[in-house]
């Protein structure tokens, strides 16, 4: 079995996919942090590539750095100034070859992640 990365960006406080959010990925190798790629959710809240492919795949410590302020402000959801969520980074390992994803689920004052299937 080869080993990818997707994720799932759902908008809790609106019931919807978090449709036009930003999000990177970059590998953690020690104090370094190298950006791999930028990819957009669509109306699904999901990217319309996996974020990491089988190809590219490779086992270590990763993170995803969701913009959620941005989306938050193109919604129209109402905030103080700064946003009390701007970015979201989301740190974590990818131990053997497998199906990695890692869902946000967002508010504009709180957000949960987990491993899923």
Known sequence: MAGYLTTHVLDTARGCPAKGLKVELFRIEGDMRAHL??????GDGRTDEQ???EGSFATGVYELVFHAGDYLDAA??????PR???VVP???GMSEAAHYHV???L???GYSTYRGS
């Open 37 to 42: 790629k930028t990819l957009v959710t669509n």
């Open 51 to 53: 974020i990491l492919p």
């Open 76 to 81: 129209g959801t109402p905030s103080g100034s």
């Open 84 to 86: 009390f969520l701007g």
């Open 90 to 92: 989301i740190r974590f």
């Open 103 to 105: 869902p946000l689920l």
């Open 107 to 109: 508010s504009p004052f």
